[in-house]
């Protein structure tokens, strides 16, 4: 049973299923563990962490074991029962998060790659540090889901296998925030996207990393990397469910996938969403031979495949995620502008910030671009989502970016020049 404690009336002896507030100011991570450190004690009890959900039927109770010299003053009011919640915090602007997501990207990319590389020679997969990338991972999407899922999406032809993990455990992260797990819920659905396509390592590297669309009989050898990625996990992974995630992340609901050709409910919840998340960044995603296809494009085209291929229900929520008009989306305007989406308000999934850069009845780029917040634009709406490959633009990518960025910096010069005010008033009240 779980009980949410006050920090005061954690002991040593409880198990800890999850600590409150918010996720960066918690001392360190683990999703569950049982107290029995001192210094742990001492580190929560100095932390800002309000309260601790307990696991009583794998540690102490409030009322249980007899109070040490570590241990606070019991308070008198019985412990709230509570089903465990997860919780937010406040978005970090971003254009500040997308520097964090760039570098984090870099680490991560690095660390799959050698991931990788461990599994071709034959090592087990590192879990304590898969662990702590996921971590990561997860810290930046709580900070703000979009930054580190749009940088993620930007691969190039030499770092794509790798780079496809880091965005599909990213995308799982929000996906499974939507849905409201709780936070170990969160952590195996971003362990499941981070080792997802680990078999690859065991696939042919020249098919692998052939510039060019796969022949009936390559394509049938790449179809052996979910059971190759099961093999490779089953002796490292506890995880019953991320195995089976991992195995079955190409079933489609109505029987016509792989490896088992599952049917759906016999594909698991973190199967389906694996599957949502892998099928997203994969189209999205330019590979040698072909562009990704604009993310509100790819969104459009997936909802064809609800309830034949994947959930309807997930589905739904990971739209919710990243909204209508995801970032770096190609729109039209009603007044004829070309604009790309920066930014998105997750209560008004239709009117998204864009930046304007074209205009179409002119035939002339916008000079300097113009960003738009079109929820406080009642005349300007989208009229419909563009195709870039329609359109011969490059680098869309930058300029949602740079709008991201300069929105960054005009809400700290905002946040600034209003410290400056309160100051000033406060000293002329004086
Ligand atoms: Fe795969």
């Known amino acids: 049973m779980y009980k949410k404690v006050t920090i005061q009336q954690l ?6 299923h999850a600590l409150g507030g918010a996720w960066i100011h918690h001392p360190f991570w683990r999703s569950s563990f049982l107290l029995d450190d001192p210094e742990d004690l001492r580190l929560l009890r100095t932390s800002s962490v309000p309260e601790v959900w307990i696991d009583t039927s794998k540690g102490l ?3 249980q074991g007899k109070v040490t010299a570590h241990d606070a003053p019991e308070q008198a009011e019985p412990p709230v029962l509570e089903v465990f919640t997860p919780h937010g915090t406040d978005a970090t602007p971003l254009g500040l998060e997308v520097a964090h997501a760039r ?3 870099a680490q991560a990319r690095d660390a799959v790659m050698e991931m990788f590389s461990q599994a071709r020679m034959g090592q087990t997969v590192n879990m304590l540090k898969n662990s702590s990338l996921v971590n990561e991972i997860t810290e930046s999407v709580v900070r703000n889901p979009d930054a580190l899922i749009s940088v993620a999406r930007l691969k190039t032809a030499d770092n794509y296998t790798y ?5 599909v455990s990213a995308l799982m992260v929000a996906l499974a925030q939507q849905l ?20 690859k390592a065991h696939s042919d590297l020249e098919i692998l990393n052939k510039p060019g669309p796969l022949t009936d009989l390559e394509f049938a050898h790449m179809k052996h990397h979910p059971v190759a990625g099961y093999e490779l996990l089953k002796h490292s992974v506890e995880d019953d469910l991320v195995l089976d995630a991992c195995r079955h992340h190409h079933e489609r609901l109505d029987g016509t996938g792989y490896p088992d050709r599952l049917q759906g409910d016999q594909i698991s919840q973190l199967a389906r969403m694996a599957a949502i998340c892998d099928v997203y960044d994969a189209i999205t995603s330019d590979r040698p031979y072909k562009k990704g296809w604009s993310p509100a494009v790819a969104l459009q085209r ?3 495949w609800r309830d034949t291929h994947l959930d309807a ?3 739904g929520a990971f739209v919710k995620t ?7 989306s190609l729109v039209r305007l009603s007044n004829g502008e070309l604009a790309v989406v920066y930014a998105v308000h997750k209560d008004s999934l239709l009117t998204p910030k864009v930046v304007r850069f074209y205009d179409t009845s002119r035939h002339c780029l916008t000079a300097p671009p113009e960003r738009t917040d079109l929820s406080r634009a009642p005349h300007l709406t989208i009229v419909q989502r563009e195709d870039p490959q329609q359109w011969s633009f490059n680098n869309l990518e930058s300029l949602w970016q740079a709008a991201a960025h300069a929105d960054a910096q005009a809400e700290m010069l905002a946040a600034a020049a209003a410290s400056a005010t309160a100051q000033q008033t406060a000293c002329a009240a004086a």
Request: aromatic residues 6%; negative net charge.
């Open 11 to 16: 002991r040593l002896g409880m198990h800890v």
């Open 61 to 63: 109770d409030v009322h």
């Open 103 to 105: 570098a984090l990207c």
């Open 163 to 167: 780079m496809h993990s880091v965005a």
């Open 180 to 199: 409201g797990f709780d936070e170990a819920g969160v952590h195996q659905a971003a362990m499941a996207g981070l080792l997802h396509d680990i078999g």
């Open 302 to 304: 997936m909802a064809q």
């Open 313 to 315: 229900r997930i589905f």
């Open 322 to 328: 990243l909204g209508v008009y995801p970032i770096g």
